[in-house]
């Protein structure tokens, strides 16, 4: 993050010294969380650095005007973090997708990384980036350059108009006060907000403002007040190097302290180191000043080099070696020949078209990812795709059904969308009405559902129909939420739909739909999401009354565990993961606290549908005992994806849908 000015006037290389400290526990970390609990705090030192380094690389910088000094800020920031960005976005892209039949979560987060957008994208997708599934998102890392680059797009404003950037008298003491306020807002918000959302609390600038910001603050002061200096240098870096690596040992129960701490040590650390003592020699030395100075790169790639191997051949003992020269050998590359010469090449002479330029590649870049998860979905995958979902739904054809989904969707196949109208569904409704009924409606899990329920029907003599679509939770309107401007549901009219299925319910029949929280997005990260909660009871209350007045009955069908992106991995062999440990039968979830909740939620809507007269069928018990859920029964596959089941899976509770229905319509 250096520049020629800052170079020869601020220049300290002990703190590259203390980028390679940082980025080694970051990789550490990453490798085995067991070596290093706390490597990830590897970032906090980072933000630290940045925020002293930035400062320093403006303190006393010569400018024309305000023009002069953004447009120069931003052009090398754009030198800096782009080109070798840019590179490793493409290259990693392509490469996920030969592994990962489904790569749209990497290649979004991927998409808004360039733009420094990253961060918000996982925090919106409520990921928990200590969760098992974010170590297969091989952009997951990039939420920190997020972090950053939306802190630089602050910084520059309150340098200048502080007066520091213009070298006022009071420029550095209107700075110093307002980060200072700045960053105690920041704090106090992610100390709130940790414990009761993390994703919040880790994912956005505003509370990680403070971090950045405190290295902006001991610039100021080590620069104007030099008894802090002198202080501070009589502390020995030594022990706060020990002190550092012992916060990294500290249990995630204290990560907020652990990261306040982390914060504190590198301030000192960055105060203390001086010529003289052995810590400023060992982080001084050429080659650890070398890590530091590909530490960029070397972030950019490890992870990806990680994730890709959890994708394939895993990590091992015996992989490990093969992996660090990889991870080095990139960063080493991106080093020397992407980030150092654009970084010092004058590429169109004026700064604006230097800007331009860079807008101009990222718009370049994002429709080739654009192109990768869309048109060419699926064309690089180098493994054997799995039928299953194909057949399921092409029996599903051979039964009376009403797919919503051509409707709902837009492209080479379906190119205008159409909403579903009172035509299209009494069309799908148009039953024997002498014959009593069960009518199948719901989502994607009720279009999977529909042959089992068609077998049962026929077995029962009953006349049956589905009215089904992907992503959309009718019948059930949601009183209290909206759907968003991209969903396809807002071509459902739900109230039209819902009356037309009422005027075909006769006495005795059976309306039958699926239990909307199957998917973890309903949850929030520790507590289950009630105002949700309350919407849904409140539409299955009203759905349940109006069948009870034309003296029909409903039933609901439970969810089933969702499995995570590993364990959907291991379902499904291929030739480039045939080194991965084999989980064969079973799956264990004793540490998964959506396995509690779960459980929890399915006893809650047992008993409220005891009360308000209307039926649940819980499926979860068949696929768990306690905490061990079965991915696997006999060697077959339950699952055809992280939520929707096989054959095979809903063949486990078929015998037994088979009797309460039966017991519902007799």
Request: net charge positive; with cysteine.
């Amino acid at each position: 993050m250096r520049n020629d000015f800052a170079y020869k006037n601020y220049y300290r290389p002990e703190i590259d010294g203390l980028r390679a400290f940082a980025v080694l526990a970051v990789i550490i970390n990453h490798f085995n969380k067991d070596m290093l609990p706390g490597g990830y705090l590897g970032v906090d030192i980072f933000f630290v650095i940045s925020g002293f380094v930035i400062t320093s690389s403006l303190y006393q910088r010569p400018c024309k005007n305000f023009k002069d000094f953004i447009s120069g800020f931003y052009e090398r920031r754009i030198k800096r973090l782009v080109p070798a960005l840019s590179v490793f976005v493409l290259i990693t892209s392509i490469t996920i997708c030969l592994f990962n039949p489904q790569p749209s979560t990497s290649l979004k987060t991927g998409l808004t990384s360039l733009f420094g957008l990253s961060n918000l994208f996982l925090f919106r997708e409520s990921t928990d980036y200590f969760g098992e599934s974010t170590q297969l998102n091989v952009f997951t890392h990039t939420w920190s350059l997020g972090i950053e680059e939306q802190f630089y797009i602050l910084f520059p404003f309150l340098i200048w108009f502080s007066g520091f950037g213009r070298q006022t008298k009071n420029g550095a003491r209107n700075l110093f006060l307002t980060i200072s306020v700045l960053a105690f807002a920041s704090l106090i918000g992610f100390i709130y907000l940790y414990p009761i959302n993390q994703p919040a609390a880790y994912f956005l600038m505003p509370t990680r403002f403070w971090e950045i910001a405190s290295g902006c603050l001991l610039f100021i002061g080590l620069k104007k007040k030099k008894y802090i200096e002198k202080c501070l240098e009589k502390i020995p870096p030594l022990v706060v190097v020990v002190l550092i690596i012992g916060v990294m040992y500290l249990p995630m129960s204290l990560a907020t302290t652990s990261t306040f701490a982390v914060v504190l040590l590198s301030l000192v650390l960055i105060a203390s180191l001086k010529k003289g003592n052995v810590s400023y020699t060992f982080f001084t030395n050429t080659k650890v000043i070398y890590m530091g100075l590909i530490s960029y790169s070397l972030y950019l790639w490890h992870w990806s080099v990680l994730s890709i191997s959890r994708w394939t051949i895993g990590i091992h003992w015996w992989s490990a070696p093969i992996q660090v020269v990889l991870i080095y050998g990139f960063a080493i590359a991106s080093y020397r020949y992407i980030e150092t010469p654009l970084r010092k090449f004058n590429w169109f002479g004026k700064k604006w078209k230097n800007l331009i330029c860079a807008g101009g590649i990222l718009i370049i870049l994002s429709s080739g990812l654009i192109a990768l998860g869309k048109p060419l979905k699926g064309i690089l995958y180098t493994g054997k795709r799995d039928q299953q979902r194909g057949n399921i739904l092409q029996k599903s054809k051979r039964i009376k059904n009403c797919n919503m989904t051509p409707h709902l969707l837009s492209g080479n196949r379906f190119r205008k969308k159409q909403p579903i109208n009172a035509a299209f569904i009494n069309n799908c409704l148009s039953l024997d009405t002498k014959k009593q009924k069960i009518l199948l409606v719901g989502d994607s899990f009720a279009g999977i559902q529909a042959p089992l329920i068609a077998d049962i029907a026929k077995k029962l003599d009953l006349e049956f129909v589905s009215i089904y679509g992907f992503g959309c939770p009718y019948p059930i309107a949601f009183k209290d939420l909206k759907y968003p401007k991209s969903s396809k549901c807002k071509f459902v009219d739900e109230k039209l739909l819902i009356n037309s299925i009422l005027k075909n319910i006769n006495p005795n029949d059976l309306l039958i739909t699926r239990f909307r929280f199957s998917n973890p997005k309903y949850l929030n990260y520790k507590n289950f999401n009630y105002k949700f909660s309350n919407s849904y009871d409140l539409g299955l209350d009203k759905l349940s009354n109006m069948i009870s007045k034309r003296l029909g009955k409903m039933l609901v069908i439970g969810s089933n565990p969702s499995l995570s992106s590993s364990e959907l991995l291991s379902l499904n062999p291929q030739w480039f993961n045939i080194y991965q440990e084999n989980l064969v039968q079973t799956i264990s979830k004793t540490n998964n606290p959506q396995t509690e909740l779960y459980l929890s939620i399915d006893k809650k809507y047992e008993n409220i549908a005891k009360e308000k007269n209307w039926n649940y069928f819980p499926t979860r018990s068949y696929f768990c005992k306690k905490a061990i859920c079965f991915i696997k029964k006999s060697g077959e596959p339950l699952y055809f994806d992280k939520t929707h089941l096989t054959q095979t899976g809903m063949l486990l509770y078929q015998e037994d849908l088979k009797n309460i229905i039966l017991s519902l319509i007799n």
